[in-house]
């Protein structure tokens, strides 16, 4: 049995054969590949389009989704994660979707079950499958082309799952990924870092923009002061048309974006921004990752 917790569970052939049927499910229309299959979904984290893209992507496949309110759940009554998740397998689901804020946790439930776990988001660790759909969305861009091609992420890299799945995953299919952010967010890597986008931006094919994850920070910042960062970090990382000018250049972010933060209101309108696209792509990425380890499971 097969669980996908960070984006090197699944080999390269894997990943292309999960794109053909990616391709297959693009339209997003209903079938019954996996009617009278049960997906559990359990989310300790916030979450809008991973819960929903999921759970769309369950029952377009004819399966049923049952969602664990965890706000009102037994982890509240002092049960453990690992018990919480024991007690639904022993109900026999044919997938479990976790997401946690604790590093590492989705990997730690493989030995409590007896169906896959998908990962969807543990605390900075990983997020394989928005790994997955921007892998897809770059590689249906640029028609499988990805050799050699340049990403800049930019944006909270020390803290971003989203940063740490996608540089274990595009490199493998050739893409060379530049990091950039201020230095406070920096990390080491093998990777080209920098503080200076408009330095490297005539090089790009893509960027890659990222949310500051606030929320992963210390939070004693008043209010007024955490804005006057934010304008801070916009003048120097907004993807905006004064930066990228009319330059071949795509762009992605795997939201919630923070509008004229991130990404101006004028090139999210822009026909080079793709964020809205990746959003359809993570319904039939997704689809095609539950049809593979639901029916491939012994
Ligand atoms: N939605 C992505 C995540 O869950 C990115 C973000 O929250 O900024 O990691």
């Known amino acids: 049995m097969q669980h996908l917790i960070t984006p090197n569970d699944f080999s390269n052939n894997e990943i292309l054969d999960l794109f053909k049927d990616a391709r297959l499910f693009g339209d997003l229309q209903t079938n019954s590949i996996l009617e009278g299959k049960l997906i559990v979904t359990l989310f300790f984290e916030n979450s809008t389009r991973t819960r929903s893209s999921f759970e769309i992507a369950a029952k377009r496949l004819g399966a049923d989704v049952v969602n664990l309110e965890v706000q009102t759940s037994s982890t509240k009554k002092g ?36 169906c896959p776990i998908i990962n969807a988001g543990d605390g900075k660790n990983a997020h394989p499958t928005q790994a997955l759909l921007d892998l897809f969305t770059i590689y249906e861009h640029f028609d499988g082309k990805t050799k050699g091609k340049k990403i800049a992420i930019v944006g909270d890299i020390s803290s971003s799952r989203v940063a740490t799945s996608n540089l274990e995953l595009l490199p493998r299919f050739g893409l060379k990924p530049i990091l950039v952010s201020p230095k406070k967010y920096k990390v080491s890597s093998i990777y080209k870092t920098t503080s200076k986008l408009k330095k490297i ?15 992963r920070h210390e939070s004693n910042v008043l209010p007024e002061e955490l804005e006057k960062e934010k304008q801070k970090y916009a003048k120097k990382y907004c993807i905006t048309k004064k ?8 762009i992605l972010h795997p939201g919630p974006v923070n509008r004229n933060i991130d990404i101006s209101d004028e ?32």
């Open 79 to 114: 049960e453990t994660v690992e018990d919480t998740v024991a007690n639904l397998n022993a109900m026999k689901p044919d997938a479990i979707i976790i997401r946690h804020s604790d590093c590492g946790l989705p990997a730690s439930l493989v030995e409590y079950v007896d």
């Open 201 to 215: 931006v005539n090089k790009l094919d893509i960027i890659m923009s990222l949310r500051v994850q606030h929320e």
């Open 243 to 250: 930066l990228i000018k009319d330059k071949d250049i795509l």
């Open 267 to 298: 090139i999210l309108e822009d026909k080079r921004s793709k964020v809205l696209q990746q959003v359809a792509n993570g319904v039939c990425v997704r689809m095609a990752i539950l049809k593979k380890l639901i029916l491939q499971k012994k």
